[in-house]
């Protein structure tokens, strides 16, 4: 097809909140060496678009300013040496930004195809959550078969991904979230226990379910304010995964021999400033160990709610609500 010259996209002409975001008429952005281009037909909504719309998540030097990080859609052009996919192939990526946009560059090697009988929707609402997950808690944290695991968040966009691998992956699965409606959709998930914070210790609840040995991997994205009790509830040479600070980035008075008594592990990371080389591995894994649960559907996205990309500013109120469960997904048609 021969490229449009202009395209809509969600500007963000200042930091601030949601309304400050508006719809703007933009260049095409054209791949450089190694991309793809991708006439988005989804883009997926995540925490990470909320803190750069707020100003806190800035994105890096050689990214698009535009919001969006994960897309879905058609390969429309090839940058000069991108490999792997043809003019007219489905794919899903995890882009480095530009995803609230009718056209999106990514690099090819942070694509994949859509799995079978996926469309737009369900393909945007992967790449994002899935590389997070892959990264901290199988190769980062190393979680096995026969482990356990306390997965915080369990309704979020990567609770609910978190607690479908673990399962499909054999470990037992344990997690917090903020509802009875909530913790009902962890259970029927796969999660053996799902404890509402609000009312109940989870430190509490999970040495009493493990009969007090506690867990194996606890995947956190909470931060300072669960620090200490993260620790308490890990086993001997468990390892606490912190994706995110929602309770804060700075903990104080915390209690650090348990690290040294249980020999634990302290480890955390954000997906956007790891290197090209670091996704591509990430994307590889997942091709080959994510892509036949999806396709067998043995795993799937749970999308809480899909809006056009006219309503974007009723996206970002609802993913700052907590009110979700799973993804929330814009459409571009």
Not at 98 to 110: H, I, K, L, R
Not at 238 to 267: D, H, W
Not at 275 to 286: G, N, P, S, V
Request: net charge negative.
């Amino acid at each position: 097809m021969s490229l449009p010259d202009t395209m809509r996209y969600v500007d963000l002409p200042t930091h601030g909140p949601a309304e400050v975001m508006r719809l703007a008429t933009g260049p095409v952005p054209r791949p450089r060496p190694g991309e793809i281009l991708i006439r988005v037909e989804a883009a997926g909504v995540n925490r990470p678009d909320v803190a750069q719309r707020q100003g806190t998540y800035p994105a890096p030097k050689d990214a698009s300013p535009i919001l969006g990080l994960e897309v879905a859609g058609e390969v429309v052009a090839l940058g000069e040496g991108a490999s792997g996919f043809a003019i007219g192939d489905k794919v899903c990526a995890l882009a480095n930004g530009g995803g609230y946009a009718e056209f999106c560059a990514v690099p090819a090697t942070q694509a994949l195809s859509w799995p079978g009988g996926y469309d737009a929707v369900k393909a945007a609402a992967l790449p994002e959550t899935f590389f997070t997950v892959w990264a901290n808690l199988f190769q980062m944290a190393g979680l096995t078969e026969g482990e356990t695991v306390l997965i915080h968040g369990g309704s979020s966009g990567i609770g609910t991904t978190a607690i479908q691998l673990a399962r499909a992956f054999g470990a037992t699965v344990y997690t917090t979230a903020g509802s009875a409606e909530k913790c009902a959709a962890c259970m029927d998930l796969g999660a053996a226990r799902a404890i509402n914070y609000k009312t109940e210790d989870f430190v509490e609840l999970v040495k009493e379910a493990t009969a007090g040995k506690g867990v194996d991997v606890v995947l956190d994205m909470i931060g300072a304010s669960y620090f200490d009790r993260n620790l308490q509830v890990l086993a001997k040479d468990g390892c606490l995964s912190i994706i995110a600070f929602l309770g804060g980035a700075v903990a104080e008075k915390v209690n650090l021999s348990p690290i040294m008594v249980k020999r634990l592990t302290v480890t955390g990371s954000t997906m956007r400033p790891r290197t090209a080389e670091e996704k591509r591995a990430i994307r590889d894994e997942l091709q080959a160990e994510v892509w036949p649960l999806l396709e067998a559907g043995d795993v799937a996205p749970v999308i809480h709610r899909v809006l056009p990309i006219e309503d974007v500013v009723e996206a970002h109120r609802l993913m700052e609500s907590s009110s979700h469960i799973g993804k929330i997904v814009l459409t571009l048609g």
